[in-house]
């Protein structure tokens, strides 16, 4: 049990599925620290991308292009509630999560109809092959590939926030959105695109996903759990909490699953109850 093969297996399970939370999760938190609303929809965006990422994958045998379509899709898909639904119940808190919970039901309902309730993976043939072997140790060379990717993601997102006019409209957006309205910038557009490009977070989650673990009918709900378990512990509106929050659940999940199954799920929400208790903004988060 603790063997250092079986440690360095269960801490690359543990930082590979914290990746993948990180990439759901980013997403999630940032929609919140610029619009202030938790997305009870952001599950089923991950949904929607993988079931189109695999059916891409099958039909073309290419990953990449899969990502595309997946990101594009549940782009259009997010652009398209956030203009002609989510505008109009602007500032609502209740009615926001209300209707993002709907969306996501619609979401779900039209992805068992269309896609079956069958769980679906990538194809082998689009997953990089092979495992890194260093003696008696192994491990899958696509699960390594998933946290180079989180990792990538995460710095490019940073960059964003800190580096460029994007970021620096996104951040005074979060701050004042009464001064940078009277400075000229079209804040609702400003929405529009943080609320794209978190779905499109989602969706490339859900389509590298799909390579770790099957996308099926209500997968959505157990990953939109383990995005707010995150985003809570991290602090709602930081992607730096985001990122530490990840690797926490990821790493309290596997060693949990592997040692004591019967209690993984108390081992995850038991650092979340600690937090809201000692630190209610989160580890990152700001009082607002």
């Given at each position: 049990?603790?063997?250092?093969?079986?440690?360095?297996?269960?801490?690359?399970?543990?930082?590979?599925?914290?990746?993948?939370?990180?990439?759901?999760?980013?997403?999630?938190?940032?929609?919140?620290?610029?619009?202030?609303?938790?997305?009870?929809?952001?599950?089923?965006?991950?949904?929607?991308?993988?079931?189109?990422?695999?059916?891409?994958?099958?039909?073309?045998?290419?990953?990449?292009?899969?990502?595309?379509?997946?990101?594009?899709?549940?782009?259009?898909?997010?652009?398209?509630?956030?203009?002609?639904?989510?505008?109009?119940?602007?500032?609502?808190?209740?009615?926001?999560?209300?209707?993002?919970?709907?969306?996501?039901?619609?979401?779900?309902?039209?992805?068992?109809?269309?896609?079956?309730?069958?769980?679906?993976?990538?194809?082998?043939?689009?997953?990089?092959?092979?495992?890194?072997?260093?003696?008696?140790?192994?491990?899958?060379?696509?699960?390594?590939?998933?946290?180079?990717?989180?990792?990538?993601?995460?710095?490019?997102?940073?960059?964003?926030?800190?580096?460029?006019?994007?970021?620096?409209?996104?951040?005074?957006?979060?701050?004042?959105?009464?001064?940078?309205?009277?400075?000229?910038?079209?804040?609702?557009?400003?929405?529009?695109?943080?609320?794209?490009?978190?779905?499109?977070?989602?969706?490339?989650?859900?389509?590298?996903?799909?390579?770790?673990?099957?996308?099926?009918?209500?997968?959505?709900?157990e990953v939109l759990l383990y995005?707010?378990?995150?985003?809570?512990?991290?602090?709602?509106?930081?992607v730096a909490g985001a990122a530490?929050?990840?690797?926490?659940?990821?790493?309290?999940?596997?060693?949990?699953?592997?040692?004591?199954?019967?209690?993984?799920?108390?081992?995850?929400?038991?650092?979340?109850?600690?937090?809201?208790?000692?630190?209610?903004?989160?580890?990152?988060?700001?009082?607002?």
């Amino acid at each position: 049990m603790f063997e250092p093969v079986f440690l360095a297996q269960q801490v690359l399970n543990g930082l590979s599925f914290g990746a993948l939370l990180f990439l759901l999760a980013s997403g999630l938190t940032l929609v919140f620290g610029l619009m202030r609303i938790v997305n009870m929809a952001h599950g089923a965006f991950y949904m929607l991308g993988g079931y189109i990422g695999v059916v891409i994958a099958t039909l073309t045998g290419n990953l990449l292009v899969a990502v595309v379509a997946a990101v594009v899709a549940v782009g259009l898909t997010a652009f398209v509630v956030e203009v002609l639904l989510l505008r109009f119940v602007r500032g609502q808190e209740m009615p926001e999560v209300l209707l993002t919970i709907g969306v996501s039901f619609v979401i779900a309902d039209l992805c068992l109809a269309v896609f079956g309730g069958d769980p679906q993976n990538l194809p082998n043939s689009v997953r990089i092959p092979g495992a890194l072997m260093i003696g008696d140790f192994a491990y899958p060379w696509y699960r390594i590939f998933v946290i180079i990717l989180a990792v990538v993601i995460g710095v490019a997102l940073a960059l964003v926030q800190t580096r460029t006019r994007v970021g620096a409209v996104v951040r005074a957006g979060v701050d004042d959105r009464e001064i940078i309205t009277a400075m000229g910038v079209n804040i609702r557009w400003v929405f529009t695109g943080m609320f794209v490009v978190g779905a499109a977070l989602a969706a490339i989650g859900g389509t590298i996903g799909a390579g770790m673990q099957s996308i099926l009918p209500g997968v959505q709900n157990e990953v939109l759990l383990y995005a707010l378990v995150v985003i809570i512990i991290g602090g709602l509106g930081s992607v730096a909490g985001a990122a530490v929050g990840s690797v926490l659940i990821g790493l309290i999940d596997a060693f949990a699953k592997a040692w004591i199954p019967e209690l993984a799920y108390f081992t995850i929400f038991l650092p979340m109850a600690l937090v809201l208790v000692f630190r209610p903004t989160g580890l990152f988060g700001k009082a607002a």
